[in-house]
């Protein structure tokens, strides 16, 4: 089982900027997805940003709700940040990363195995 460490996360006003790392630990999976997904109370989980070995970490994915304004990088060998600028209100949620072995599949967190415990952002207005 891989575990993730998350850090980052907090309350900021809207128009301002968080960054989130993540680093998982304990896999040996060569080929393997990162992904970024957050939860809202009421909401259904959803992938938000995601980087992977099989393109070399480059053409990460991002959902439209959020391109342009989050950038997801692998900051060392293994450290993967999600750097979110500009944030809205709605962006509040917790927010989880997640391994997965390939393929990769932003749009199934079902998919998704392995999940740190969760880092909550919010957002006011």
């Known amino acids: 089982q891989v575990q993730l460490k998350e850090s980052g996360g907090g309350s900021v006003q809207a128009g301002g900027s968080l960054r989130l790392s993540c680093a998982p630990l304990?896999?040996?999976?060569?080929?393997?997805?990162i992904g970024w997904f957050r939860q809202a109370p009421g909401k259904e989980r959803e992938g938000v940003a995601g980087?992977?070995?099989?393109?070399?970490?480059?053409?990460p994915y991002y959902a439209d709700s959020v391109k342009g304004r989050f950038t997801i990088s692998r900051d060392t060998a293994n450290t993967f940040a999600l750097q979110m600028n500009s944030l809205k209100p709605e962006d509040t949620a917790t927010y989880y990363c997640?391994?997965?072995?390939?393929?990769?599949?932003?749009?199934?967190?079902?998919?998704?195995?392995?999940w740190g415990q969760g880092t909550q952002v919010t957002v006011s207005s």
């Open positions: 980087i992977t070995t099989a393109t070399g970490y480059r053409f």
């Open positions: 304990g896999y040996t999976d060569s080929r393997y997805c």
């Open positions: 997640s391994f997965e072995p390939t393929p990769c599949a932003y749009g199934r967190p079902e998919i998704f195995r392995s």
